[in-house]
């Protein structure tokens, strides 16, 4: 029998077929790479809560009056993409079932708070590169982080054990989560630039403020010395 072709791997694979073990196989399912860990919310919050505040800081309200508009875009495309499915056009189920689940979120949450988790999961990888394996993996995070801002997509079920009503994360298929991120990525796209860029130019300003003190008390030390 073969050995799992994840590196490191010393299971076997699973199945006549498999290439990977039944874990990683789960895994690949799950987070879009084998090699993908999960990306808890508490790790990202921090990211959504200073874009969150960027959006606050703007007093013209211009920021928030755009996400409403991008939103609403977002929104119609998706409200199509169901209306025909449900007259009998042929659709992509996949892409139906991505449709519906971001209609879901938006029901719940406002523009602003949907952009800030999607800007914030990418404002997490710029800093946290190395916690992703692949492209695939981030766009599995960031669906998941996503859909997990809303109440409709965990489900309860009962600890077969403890008899406790636990919450579970409610899975679906890798190709729904595939059209899913697409749709995110391209709705969002220009608000993340205009975010990254925001987060590039303070953190250079930062830099050089750094670096202006230290050339300062530089001088101060020399100065001192005479």
């Not at 590196?7 to 993908?36: E, I, L, P, V, Y």
């Amino acid at each position: 029998m073969r050995d799992c072709s994840v590196r490191g791997c010393t299971k076997s694979a699973s199945g006549q077929f498999g290439s990977m073990c039944a874990g990683h196989q789960q895994r690949n399912r799950r987070h879009g790479d084998a090699r993908q860990d999960s990306i808890r919310y508490a790790e990202i919050k921090p990211y959504v809560v200073r874009v969150e505040k960027l959006i606050e800081r703007d007093k013209s309200g211009k920021i928030e009056n755009g996400l409403d508009k991008l939103v609403a875009i977002v929104r119609e495309y998706a409200e199509g993409i169901v209306s025909d499915f449900e007259h009998g056009r042929a659709m992509n189920k996949h892409k139906v079932a991505a449709a519906k689940e971001i209609l879901t979120v938006f029901l719940d949450f406002t523009p602003a708070q949907c952009a800030s988790v999607i800007a914030g999961m990418y404002l997490f990888q710029d800093v946290n590169e190395h916690r992703f394996a692949s492209d695939r993996g981030f766009t599995f995070e960031l669906v998941r982080r996503f859909r997990s801002i809303s109440d409709a997509n965990i489900g309860l079920y009962e600890d077969g054990y403890t008899g406790r009503v636990r919450r579970a994360y409610k899975e679906i298929p890798p190709k729904t989560i595939e059209q899913l991120g697409a749709m995110l990525i391209e709705g969002f796209k220009r608000f993340v630039a205009h975010v990254r860029l925001h987060e590039q130019r303070k953190a250079e300003l930062e830099r050089e403020a750094r670096a202006l003190q230290e050339e300062g008390f530089a001088s101060v030390q020399e100065e001192s010395h005479d």
